[in-house]
């Protein structure tokens, strides 16, 4: 049974950094392809960050291109979220995901793992 959970959200003031993780127990971390999504309440679950089970190429949404790394360790069944110049708008309940499909999925239902969920605020 794989489970995931998230650490490393807290509040935080704009302009500032936080750096999540994401703990995954099981034997198949290595094949999986790893995302971050965020979520507001009332509000669908957002895309974040994806990156592949080789750690290849990653995917970023625009709102957090050039401000947030994911990153992987396999050999520690750990994926990041590095997040830097953070601004109000990027708060929300942030959640890592595994997903089966190779590349850089994009869309929750392609996800099949998730998190509990680690709340980020970012005051203004």
């Known amino acids: 049974q794989v489970q995931l959970v998230e650490s490393g959200g807290g509040l935080v003031q704009a302009g500032g950094s936080l750096r999540l993780s994401c703990a995954v127990s099981g034997r198949t971390f290595s094949l999986y392809a790893m995302g971050w999504f965020r979520q507001l309440p009332g509000k669908e679950r957002e895309f974040v960050a994806t990156?592949?089970?080789?750690?290849?190429?990653?995917y970023y949404a625009d709102s957090v291109k050039g401000r947030f790394t994911i990153s992987r360790d396999n050999a520690k069944k750990t994926v990041y979220l590095q997040m830097n110049s953070l601004k109000p708008e990027d708060t929300a309940v942030y959640y890592c995901?595994?997903?089966?499909?190779?590349?850089?999925?994009?869309?929750?239902?392609?996800?099949?793992?998730w998190g509990q969920g680690t709340q980020v605020t970012v005051s203004s």
């Open positions: 995901a595994a997903s089966e499909v190779i590349g850089v999925p994009t869309t929750p239902g392609l996800y099949h793992r």
């Open positions: 990156i592949p089970w080789n750690g290849g190429s990653t």
